[in-house]
């Protein structure tokens, strides 16, 4: 049974930056299709933010952070990362990694991945 345990988030002025990890124990991420991270605000649903295919790397964005995020992964550490810039009063949520077990289609609905996280809070200030 994998854990997922994300860590970085904190609180930031706007316009700073942060990293969030995700760290899997009990399982490697290389044997899951795709990782992804997601948030949800108070009051609102959950809702996809970036994710990152482990067969070639390729990564999706939701339109709201492009060029803004960026998701990475360390195999070495079991890790993977979303640096955030450019922070906005809007990006506060609480932040969750979730892992895939197969697929690759329909990236953004959460209810495609398997495994979750405990989530991490990440409050921008403006």
């Known amino acids: 049974q994998v854990q997922l345990v994300e860590s970085g988030g904190g609180l930031v002025q706007a316009g700073g930056s942060l990293r969030l990890s995700c760290a899997a124990s009990?399982?490697?991420?290389?044997?899951?299709?795709?990782v992804g991270w997601f948030r949800q605000a108070p009051g609102k649903e959950r809702e996809f933010v970036a994710a990152?295919?482990?067969?070639?790397?390729?990564?999706y964005y939701a339109d709201s952070v492009k060029g803004r995020f960026t998701i990475s992964r360390d195999n070495a550490k079991n890790t993977v990362y979303l640096q955030m810039n450019s922070l906005r009063p809007e990006d506060t949520a609480v932040y969750y990694c979730?892992?895939?077990?197969?697929?690759?289609?329909?990236?953004?609905?959460?209810?495609?991945?398997?495994?979750w996280g405990q989530g991490t809070q990440v409050t921008v200030s403006s």
């Open positions: 009990g399982r490697t991420f290389s044997t899951y299709t795709m």
């Open positions: 990152i295919r482990w067969i070639d790397d390729n990564t």
């Open positions: 979730a892992a895939r077990g197969f697929g690759y289609r329909n990236y953004a609905l959460g209810e495609n991945y398997a495994a």
